[in-house]
């Protein structure tokens, strides 16, 4: 994901924001047990997406991916709804606790923007709830000019969604975001329909680093600038989504975007095994070897 990015990233202040009241009084409602489930991944498995991974020979990619990492932003349905027997297929080729979190296809998000889309959303729900238990946490984004003019469609779109089916979503355009009173409306809006709120942390968008979570679960897409800025970031994640287990919250998914090339080692190993350390999580540690 280029979104966000910029050339010169050093000028940037990405300290993390305080966590609002909403938030805290939100997973407070859910603090009653230390249940827990936390998803490190990234948005593709191939190997011409992650470099120098894959020894040679490797056959099934999809299953050795799942042996190191727990879940995936599965970019790959953003162009078409999957089969049934793909998604099957899919299912059958990775570990036991492995999530996947589908992408709703452009057709609904870019080319019909919304509109008349309950046949589309209907056939890709139908086809991608045979994940089963490795359904994690579908999501849709928006275009760059999805505008809050749209909002009554937006509004329509998701209190007709099929309820139960665990959806999350992105808007881009920056008037969502620097006008308090529609990005008030916006996260009503979510909370209301139990959508969850996706938090972007991208070196060139800081405004979509919003912290009011509208559902119990945090769904993060992460945008890499330098390793040495990546580690302290992700050090902050670790802190923030401790605070946020601590609060009540249920779920986490936090997708790495990042360039992997033969001599590039993933950031999500230092981070994976810091969370498993101060959230008490089973994550999947990834090495390269390099």
């Known amino acids: 994901m280029k979104f966000g990015k910029v050339d010169d990233p050093s ?6 924001p305080a966590t609002p009241i909403e938030t805290v009084k939100l997973l407070n409602k859910y603090k009653k047990d230390d249940d ?3 998803y490190v991944g990234y948005p593709k498995w191939s190997k011409a997406d992650l470099k120098g991974f894959y020894p040679r020979g490797t056959k099934d990619e999809l299953n050795l991916y799942s042996q190191n990492f727990n879940a995936v932003e599965f970019n790959g349905t953003f162009y078409r709804t999957p089969s049934k027997e793909q998604v099957l297929i ?25 509109n008349n889309t ?14 089963e238990e490795k359904l994690g946490m579908a999501f849709l984004q928006m275009p760059e000019n999805f505008r ?9 779109f998701l209190e007709r969604f099929p309820k139960g089916y665990p959806l999350a979503f992105e808007v881009r355009h920056e008037e969502w975001y620097n006008d308090k009173e529609v990005l008030e409306k916006y996260l009503n809006l979510l909370t209301s329909t139990r959508t969850t709120n996706i938090i972007v942390d991208t070196p060139g968008r800081r ?30 994640w670790v802190l923030k989504l401790k605070e946020w287990k601590d609060a009540g919250l249920k779920q986490a998914y936090f997708f790495i975007h990042q360039k992997i090339d033969p001599a590039t080692s993933f950031l999500s190993t230092d981070f994976a095994e810091e969370l498993n350390k101060e959230l008490h999580c089973n994550i999947p540690i990834a090495k390269k070897t390099l």
């Open 118 to 131: 309950d046949e589309k959303v209907a056939a890709f729900v139908d086809s991608t709830v045979l994940f």
């Open 11 to 16: 000028h940037i202040d990405f300290s993390l």
């Open 36 to 38: 827990f489930e936390m």
């Open 148 to 156: 809050p003019k749209a909002f009554e469609r937006l509004e329509g």
């Open 207 to 236: 405004d979509m680093l919003n912290f009011r979570l509208t559902t119990p679960v945090a769904f993060i897409r992460f945008v890499s600038s330098t390793e040495i800025l990546d580690k302290e970031r992700l050090a902050n």
């Open 90 to 114: 899919w299912k059958n080729r990775t570990t036991e606790d492995f999530k996947f979190c589908p992408k709703f296809t452009n057709s609904i998000s870019h080319y019909s923007r919304l």
